[in-house]
């Protein structure tokens, strides 16, 4: 792979409505986008998730243009790479910052399958045709919005409905949640927002049949989950704890959770997601593709990702009308009755919208 050029563009797209966790709430998405250029002139893209604030994790857009600008890109621009797997271990000196590690790996990986005229899935191994997708929703003003929106999103076949929760908006949300939906497969995503104290609240969601509890406690923790789970019937689900196979594998053995949820950007790359996935599988630990609200290019990585085998559990890939009024790729991402269709051409399978991301950009530099 001869890498000639790489561009950073800080981006901005206005999300259609405010999406709100247990930390924060975004009304826009701001992020890098990050596209590496061969001698062809053949291009791959990639996506950094890194919030604008440090509310997810410690890094950020600024913290993770400087990784870039500063150390990554000069070392991709002066190392030779035959494969984007390689990149783990150039990489390796340079401690944590997965979320800007992982957006340069995705381009890379992108640029691969395109030189290799393959789709993006078939260069990670992936076997599926088709996904089923979930959808998150944030938390809501009023008890009236939520059930409407879990109507909708029930009556366009998305396979699961994560709710966010925390305290005080937890309980007696997922109770109501139930009465009006019995029977449809219901998740709460805490981010973090709880402690062993909880633990009583936490037990009363045993009562409402829910796949699972994402990430109740800290958000660097595996210790205190293992004591939940020991008390909990619903499973734990990992998110913000693990960054890389070493965690997830001692999560496991530590029984800390029985579901791991996989964020590219969170784990590092999609090398990184893999292993991670590989491991889940040898310990049948079902695994799931969390989202970070992504644009196009950054969904049609998680896409790719999730046709590889123990994705047994819906993603939060959603449609890209489920957030944006125009995304950055051609075609856009759809769900049909709760599936997306794997795309077929080389790379990340969608063309990019060159004229909206012009659009889009508030900045761009250029590294030769």
Same mark, same amino acid.
């Given at each position: 792979?001869?890498?000639?050029?790489?561009?950073?563009?800080?981006?901005?797209?206005?999300?259609?409505?405010?999406?709100?966790?247990?930390?924060?709430?975004?009304?826009?998405?701001?992020?890098? *986008?990050?596209?590496?250029?061969?001698?062809?002139?053949?291009?791959?893209? =990639?996506?950094?998730?890194?919030?604008?604030?440090?509310?997810?994790?410690?890094?950020?857009?600024?913290?993770?243009?400087?990784?870039?600008?500063?150390?990554?890109?000069?070392?991709?621009?002066?190392?030779?790479?035959?494969?984007?797997?390689?990149?783990?271990?150039?990489?390796?000196?340079?401690?944590?910052?997965?979320?800007?590690? %992982?957006?340069?790996?995705?381009?890379?990986?992108?640029?691969?399958?395109?030189?290799?005229?393959?789709? *993006?899935?078939?260069?990670?191994?992936?076997?599926?045709?088709?996904?089923?997708?979930? @959808?998150?929703?944030? @938390?809501?003003?009023?008890? %009236?919005?939520?059930?409407?929106?879990?109507?909708?999103?029930?009556?366009?076949?998305?396979?699961?409905?994560?709710?966010?929760?925390?305290?005080?908006?937890?309980?007696?949300?997922?109770?109501?949640?139930?009465?009006?939906?019995?029977?449809?497969? *219901?998740?709460?995503?805490?981010?973090?927002?709880?402690?062993?104290?909880?633990?009583?609240?936490? /037990?009363?969601?045993?009562?409402?049949?829910?796949?699972?509890?994402?990430?109740?406690?800290?958000?660097?923790?595996?210790?205190?989950?293992?004591?939940?789970?020991?008390?909990?019937?619903?499973?734990?689900?990992?998110?913000?704890?693990?960054?890389?196979?070493?965690?997830?594998?001692?999560?496991?053995? *530590?029984?800390?959770?029985?579901? @791991?949820?996989?964020? @590219?950007?969170?784990?590092?790359?999609?090398?990184?997601?893999? /292993?991670?996935?590989?491991?889940?599988?040898?310990?049948?630990?079902?695994?799931?593709? =969390?989202?970070?609200?992504? %644009?196009?290019?950054?969904?049609?990585?998680?896409?790719?990702?999730?046709?590889?085998?123990?994705?047994?559990?819906?993603?939060?890939?959603?449609?890209?009308?489920?957030?944006?009024?125009?995304?950055?790729?051609?075609?856009?991402?759809?769900?049909?009755? =709760?599936?997306?269709?794997?795309?077929?051409?080389?790379?990340?399978?969608?063309?990019?919208?060159?004229?909206?991301?012009?659009?889009?950009?508030?900045?761009?530099?250029?590294?030769?």
């Amino acid at each position: 792979m001869n890498i000639k050029q790489i561009i950073l563009r800080h981006m901005k797209m206005k999300l259609l409505s405010p999406f709100t966790t247990s930390f924060m709430t975004l009304k826009d998405k701001e992020f890098i *986008l990050i596209e590496v250029i061969n001698d062809d002139g053949l291009s791959g893209w =990639g996506e950094s998730v890194a919030l604008t604030i440090p509310l997810y994790n410690e890094e950020t857009l600024k913290t993770n243009w400087h990784i870039l600008e500063d150390f990554l890109i000069p070392i991709v621009l002066k190392n030779p790479i035959s494969h984007p797997q390689e990149i783990n271990y150039i990489f390796s000196h340079i401690k944590g910052n997965n979320m800007a590690k %992982s957006s340069i790996e995705g381009a890379i990986w992108d640029l691969y399958a395109k030189e290799q005229d393959i789709p *993006l899935a078939q260069a990670l191994g992936g076997k599926l045709t088709a996904i089923e997708v979930g @959808i998150s929703i944030g @938390i809501q003003e009023n008890m %009236s919005d939520l059930l409407s929106l879990i109507d909708q999103y029930f009556q366009e076949g998305y396979k699961r409905i994560k709710l966010k929760i925390k305290p005080n908006l937890d309980v007696e949300i997922i109770r109501q949640v139930r009465q009006h939906f019995p029977d449809i497969s *219901l998740m709460a995503d805490a981010n973090s927002a709880y402690t062993l104290q909880d633990m009583d609240r936490l /037990k009363e969601l045993d009562n409402f049949n829910l796949m699972m509890i994402e990430q109740p406690l800290a958000h660097d923790d595996i210790i205190d989950h293992a004591q939940l789970q020991k008390h909990l019937n619903t499973p734990i689900c990992l998110d913000e704890s693990i960054h890389s196979v070493e965690d997830a594998r001692k999560a496991i053995q *530590l029984g800390s959770c029985r579901i @791991i949820n996989i964020k @590219i950007g969170r784990v590092g790359g999609l090398t990184e997601a893999r /292993k991670i996935h590989d491991l889940c599988l040898s310990y049948n630990i079902p695994v799931w593709c =969390g989202g970070m609200l992504e %644009s196009g290019i950054g969904r049609a990585h998680n896409i790719a990702l999730t046709t590889l085998p123990n994705f047994t559990l819906p993603g939060d890939t959603a449609a890209s009308s489920r957030y944006w009024d125009h995304d950055i790729i051609l075609p856009e991402v759809t769900v049909n009755k =709760g599936i997306i269709t794997i795309p077929s051409l080389p790379g990340i399978g969608y063309k990019v919208n060159n004229a909206k991301i012009k659009e889009l950009t508030l900045f761009k530099k250029t590294y030769n």
